[in-house]
C-alpha cells in the first residue's frame, strides 16, 4: 500500500460486489430499453468500464467532462463543462455514472443540462456517496457505498490527479493535503 493511504475503506472485493449488485438492477430496470451510459470524466473512467462490462444489455456509453472550482478538497456551486457528449440524449434514457456524490453541485448542474437537452429520462448512479456533504438535494438511484465524510483516492479517484490507478478506495492521509 502506498505512504500516503491511511487505510483502505473499499476494498476490490467490495467493488465487484457492488458493480454486480447494481448491473443486475440496471438489467432489470432497463431491460425494455436502450441506456446510454453517461461517465464523468474523468473520476467515473474505473467504475464505468466495469458496469460497462458486466452489463449484457444493448447499450451505449459516452463521456462528459465538467469542473468545478473550489478548494483542492471541496467543489463549488459553479459548473462548467469542459467536454460535451458527442451525440444527442433527445429521447434517450440515460444514466450517468459518477465516482462519488459530495455536496451534489456537480450532479445537480448535469440533470438540468440533461433536461434542457431533452433525454426521456435521467437516473444517477454512483460507487461512493456521503450524505452528510449533501448541500443540494438529487436523487440518486444506484449507489454502491455510503461512506463517512473522509477524502478518498483510488479506483478513479484522485489528490491532484494521482491514486487514480489505485484498485481500491483509500482514505488519503491528511498530512498529504493539509
Ligand atoms: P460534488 O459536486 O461536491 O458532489 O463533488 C463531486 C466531485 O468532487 C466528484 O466527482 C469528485 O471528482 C470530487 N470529490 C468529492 N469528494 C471526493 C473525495 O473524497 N475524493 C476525491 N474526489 C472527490
Ligand atoms: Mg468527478
Known amino acids: 500500500m502506498l505512504a500516503s493511504i491511511e487505510r483502505i475503506l473499499i476494498t476490490e472485493e467490495q467493488i465487484k460486489e457492488a458493480v454486480s449488485r447494481i448491473t443486475k438492477q440496471l438489467e432489470e430496470d432497463y431491460k425494455d430499453k436502450?441506456?446510454?451510459?453517461?461517465?464523468l470524466l474523468k473520476g467515473s473512467i474505473a467504475f464505468m468500464a466495469d458496469i460497462v462490462k458486466s452489463?449484457?444489455?444493448?447499450?451505449q456509453i459516452d463521456?462528459?467532462?465538467?469542473s468545478s472550482y473550489g478548494s483542492s478538497t471541496e467543489s463549488s456551486g459553479t459548473v462548467?463543462?469542459?467536454?460535451d457528449l458527442s451525440q444527442s440524449v433527445e429521447g434517450k434514457d440515460v444514466v450517468i455514472i459518477e465516482d462519488i456524490i459530495d455536496s451534489g453541485n456537480t450532479l445537480s448542474f448535469i440533470m438540468q443540462y440533461l433536461?434542457?437537452?431533452k433525454a426521456n429520462s435521467v437516473r444517477i448512479c454512483t460507487l461512493l456517496n456521503k450524505p452528510s456533504r449533501r448541500k443540494v438535494d438529487?436523487?440518486?438511484d444506484y449507489i454502491g457505498y455510503d461512506i463517512p465524510d473522509e477524502f478518498v483516492v483510488g479506483y478513479g479517484l484522485d489528490y491532484d490527479e494521482y491514486y487514480r490507478n489505485l484498485p481500491y478506495v483509500g482514505v488519503l492521509k491528511r498530512s498529504v493535503y493539509s
Open 34 to 39: 436502450k441506456v446510454l451510459f453517461v461517465g
Open 55 to 59: 452489463y449484457s444489455l444493448m447499450c
Open 63 to 66: 463521456f462528459m467532462d465538467v
Open 80 to 83: 462548467n463543462i469542459i467536454k
Open 115 to 117: 433536461a434542457s437537452k
Open 138 to 140: 438529487i436523487a440518486v
